[in-house]
């Protein structure tokens, strides 16, 4: 999405900014961000309390948002993984093994074989009191040895067995929200929007209405002006909501 119609619409259409004058490029750029973060967590299934202008069902949420679903192959060290910084939620994770071709040397083994192919083995991620019961069980097929399992602690997960070798995780990350630049203009004599510079957000163009409604509810938030944030509340709903 162009990050400076972004700009322009919020400002213009919703908050009024030639009788205000208070959404700076600034402004923005801090409430593009958390409303960014906002619309995340709302297709994600929290609203925070909010009442946003229209609600998507989970199946469709999770096309909106599957471009953000990122593979990260890493190596465990120690039976830990780091989350990456852009990390906000969990999709799967796996243990990388190489394939075992039946051929202990390469002697007499057939060209076509591929001893290089890598297999991806499901891990369970797994709550602390489940993870611990599994950690101590005596049934064969579901220690921790034969069926490898995760849990998060803080910024890392948790493997068991510890010499998992290598893991894939696949997580959605947080989208880039967009950030709008500024140039001097000798004409106007001011700062305006540099499109070289600026930086468009990841969301689409169907994703502006609920940015413009969530970073609305924080600027009315912000400056105190209440009537503005009824105002948005009301003009959002869609009819029959």
Do not use: H
């Amino acid at each position: 999405m162009d990050i400076i119609s972004l700009y322009e619409d919020w400002a213009r259409d919703a908050v009024n900014k030639d009788e205000n004058g208070s959404a700076s490029y600034e402004m923005f750029n801090r409430l593009v961000k958390r409303a960014s973060d906002r619309l995340l967590n709302y297709l994600t299934g929290g609203t925070d309390g909010q009442a946003p202008p229209f609600v998507y069902s989970t199946e469709k949420a999770k096309g909106f948002i599957s471009y953000l679903i990122t593979p990260l192959k890493q190596q465990v060290v120690d039976g830990l993984m780091a989350k990456p910084d852009d990390y906000y939620s969990f999709e799967n994770l796996f243990k990388m093994e190489l394939k075992d071709n039946g051929c202990e040397d390469q002697t007499g083994c057939d060209e076509d074989d591929n001893s290089n192919e890598i297999i991806y083995k499901p891990v369970e991620l797994l709550d602390g009191q489940q993870f611990n019961i599994r950690a101590s069980t005596n049934i064969e097929l579901l220690k921790p040895k034969n069926k490898p399992i995760a849990k998060e602690v803080g910024l890392n997960f948790e493997f068991l067995p510890l010499d998992i070798g290598n893991a894939k995780l696949e997580y959605v990350r947080y989208p880039i929200a967009g950030t709008v630049n500024s140039i001097y203009n000798a004409t106007y004599n001011d700062q305006i929007a540099d499109p070289v510079t600026s930086i468009d957000s990841e969301w689409g163009d169907w994703a502006k209405e609920l940015l413009i409604f969530f970073m609305t509810d924080a600027f009315a938030n912000n400056t105190n002006q209440q009537s503005l944030k009824q105002n948005n509340i009301l003009t959002s709903q869609l009819p029959g909501k």
